[in-house]
């Protein structure tokens, strides 16, 4: 049972009266429709349908139109009325048309083809053919794309048979099959076959600016935002940028500078930090095996591991003895990391590969492992970890 669309017919038109023809799941099925139903990189609508919230409008391959709501209380027959979340709507026409207007300069101004895109409620994104794209290339592209926007190019569409639309030389393929293929036309722009809603002229964009790009696929995308959006994130780009002027105490022309050499000391701190913490294992771990009770000539150390202290750095200073064994635990949130560590003869006094099973029985733990060195995690506390531990010494 099919909606008949009026969004092509009247895309600015917001609300609308239409009766509910059949009812499946949570989905209802209007006689008719301003909602656009998901598709071709395109959100689809959302917003009222007599008060209760719209959640999502998909069509399936047989064309009907399904209108998602959040909660079932209507009846087949029933009257109803839609409301669209018109900034919802209007910013995906927004940016529908830019993507046309984008892609249309990319092929003609430098030779890139469009692959894939896609909408999304913040950013649009135009997957290209280009396995490398310049950055001076796609800042071109912007003043390119908002000089379009500027000269209030008109956006209109097209019926064609597939003859007529395939002599026309498009930059892209068509998609459908038959006769009836809607095309959007950019005056002195772009003319594309598309099934999606545009805005009137290309005034009503407001503003394309570049937000980055992407590797995918071997291809580059490219990452724009769009109107009120576009606007908003260049804002809070400038916002950030003032903070870590003040933060830094350089101005703009200064600030990467600086902001590079701040990071350069971090990561000498950093690694001078993990130098320190790296001795400090190896001398608390030195001072426990010279405590430490031997079996036959190894000593066995059990170590309650500190919270602040990296059982990589533990790992670390394992190494460096000779001859030890090592049954090490440090409890952080709610559960315990444990380590066994077995040096050189400590092989002969605990073969882990073969307690494995029992041990992480007891202590509710997984992990593993190869010589010397075993890790995991554990439902279990500390004790109950060292007594299973000594359970499997021979």
């Known amino acids: 049972m099919h909606s008949y669309p009026l969004y092509y017919e009247k895309p600015y038109q917001k609300t609308h009266t239409a009766t509910i023809v059949d009812i499946v799941d949570s989905t209802l099925i209007l006689d008719s429709t301003i909602c656009y139903p998901e598709g071709g990189g395109q959100s689809g609508d959302i917003g009222l349908i007599s008060g209760v919230q719209l959640v999502n409008t998909t069509k399936d391959d047989d064309h009907t139109i399904y209108h998602h709501v959040v909660e079932q209380k209507f009846s087949v027959g029933e009257q109803v009325t839609i409301e669209l979340d018109w900034d919802h709507r209007y910013h995906f026409m927004q940016m529908h048309t830019a993507q046309h207007v984008a892609s249309g300069l990319l092929f003609t101004r430098f030779g890139i083809q469009t692959v894939s895109v896609h909408q999304g409620e913040r950013v649009l994104t135009i997957e290209t053919d280009a396995a490398g794209v310049e950055e001076a290339t796609c800042f071109e592209l912007e003043d390119l794309v908002n000089a379009v926007v500027r000269q209030n190019h008109p956006v209109h569409y097209e019926v064609h048979t597939q003859s007529s639309?395939?002599?026309?030389?498009?930059?892209?393929?068509?998609?459908?099959?038959?006769?009836?293929?809607?095309?959007?036309?950019?005056?002195?722009?772009?003319?594309?076959?598309?099934?999606?809603?545009?805005?009137?002229n290309t005034a009503e964009i407001e503003l394309l600016h570049y937000y980055g790009q992407e590797k995918i696929r071997g291809h580059i995308r490219l990452i724009f935002t769009v109107g009120q959006v576009a606007r908003e994130e260049i804002r809070r780009a400038e916002a950030a940028v003032r903070e870590l002027g003040v933060l830094f105490s350089s101005p703009l022309e200064g600030l990467v500078d600086v902001a590079r050499t701040a990071v350069a000391s971090a990561a000498l701190v950093k690694s001078e930090l993990r130098k320190a913490q790296q001795a400090i294992?190896?001398?608390?771990?030195?001072?426990?095996?010279?405590?430490?009770?031997?079996?036959g000539m190894v000593p066995v150390v059990y170590w309650n591991v500190p919270e602040e202290m990296d059982m990589k750095d533990i790992a670390q200073a394992l190494m460096e003895h000779e001859d030890?064994?090592?049954?090490?635990?440090?409890?952080?949130?709610?559960?315990?990391?444990?380590?066994?560590?077995?040096?050189?003869?400590?092989?002969?006094?605990?073969?882990?590969?073969?307690?494995?099973?029992?041990?992480?029985?007891?202590?509710e733990g997984k992990g593993g492992g190869k010589a010397p060195l075993f890790q995991g995690s554990a439902q279990a506390c500390s004790t109950t970890f060292f007594s299973a531990c000594k359970d499997l010494i021979q």
């Open 165 to 200: 639309a395939q002599n026309l030389g498009l930059r892209r393929s068509i998609k459908v099959e038959g006769d009836g293929v809607r095309l959007v036309v950019v005056d002195d722009v772009d003319r594309v076959a598309c099934g999606g809603l545009h805005v009137a």
């Open 281 to 295: 294992a190896s001398l608390l771990l030195a001072s426990l095996v010279e405590k430490a009770d031997r079996v």
């Open 324 to 363: 030890l064994l090592l049954c090490a635990a440090k409890e952080v949130e709610g559960r315990m990391l444990w380590l066994i560590g077995v040096q050189g003869k400590a092989s002969a006094v605990l073969d882990f590969n073969t307690g494995k099973s029992s041990l992480l029985s007891a202590i």
